[in-house]
Nanobody, 118 residues
Framework: QVQVVESGGGLVQPGGSLRLSCAVSGNILLVHVMGWYRQVPGKQRELVARASGSLTDYADSVKGRFTISTGDAKHSVNLQMNNLKPEDTGVYYC?????????????WGQGTQVTVSS
């Protein structure tokens, strides 16, 4: 079994900052990619940022404002979100592309709400 646990999120005013954290645990042989996705009502879940080793990838809308980095714990990532805008509002899901001893599978966290509003 593999578990994906997220923390952080909340309500912040425009221009503010938040930090999301995600940790993966369980019967893991290798974590290929970890990332954050965002979903708003009526729209598909979209990539915000992802990391694979030293490689990172960001949505155009967050470049220069968000930073994804490796956490202190094994198999963990942080997403530092600065200069937040109302359009950043949504449920943020952590994703982990994980190889176990039986398969390579995508795992998702339960989601954490980020609301940017004055």
């Amino acid at each position: 079994q593999v578990q994906v646990v997220e923390s952080g999120g909340g309500l912040v005013q425009p221009g503010g900052s938040l930090r999301l954290s995600c940790a993966v645990s369980g019967n893991i042989l290798l974590v290929h990619v970890m990332g954050w996705y965002r979903q708003v009502p009526g729209k598909q879940r979209e990539l915000v940022a992802r990391a694979s080793g030293s490689l990172t990838d960001y949505a155009d809308s967050v470049k220069g404002r968000f930073t994804i980095s490796t956490g202190d714990a094994k198999h963990s990532v942080n997403l530092q979100m600065n200069n937040l805008k109302p359009e950043d509002t949504g449920v943020y899901y952590c994703n982990a592309d994980v190889r176990t001893n039986t398969a390579r599978t995508d795992y998702w966290g339960q989601g954490t709400q980020v609301t940017v509003s004055s």
